[in-house]
Nanobody, 126 residues
Framework: VQLQASGGGLVQAGGSLRLSCAAS????????IGWYRQVPGKQREWVAA?????????KYADFVQGRFTISKDYAKNTVYLQMNSLKPEDTAVYYC???????????????????WGQGTQVTVSS
């Protein structure tokens, strides 16, 4: 399984970005894809997750509720993270991760993710 994250960039506060995570392999058949972010010197922080089974169930960290939306495109084997109303504190390197689990209760625990993509930098200016 390989994951390729992209879509980061520089945006002003209040703006929007859409991150993409292109996934290969079985992870898109029965598993979950999550997004994490990390600021230098701080621990990696879970952002959102979606199960890749039919229908797809989503879950968000409290600090992004109502601003970020995670979705998936089966045809493209890609998971998106639409980020709106961005704040300077959203500045971080964002990573996507894949796990062979479908229980959403596990999605915020990094130990359950087996595959990690490279990060994509998101910078929000004030």
């Amino acid at each position: 399984v390989q994951l390729q994250a992209s879509g980061g960039g520089l945006v002003q506060a209040g703006g929007s970005l859409r991150l993409s995570c292109a996934a290969s392999g079985s992870i898109f058949v029965a598993g979950a894809i999550g997004w994490y972010r990390q600021v230098p010197g701080k621990q990696r922080e879970w952002v959102a997750a979606i199960t890749t089974t039919t229908g797809g169930v989503t879950k968000y960290a409290d600090f992004v509720q109502g601003r970020f939306t995670i979705s998936k495109d089966y045809a493209k084997n890609t998971v998106y993270l639409q980020m709106n109303s961005l704040k300077p504190e959203d500045t971080a390197v964002y990573y996507c991760a894949g796990g062979n689990f479908t229980l959403l209760a596990l999605c915020s625990e990094s130990i359950f993710y087996d595959y990690w993509g490279q990060g994509t930098q998101v910078t929000v200016s004030s």
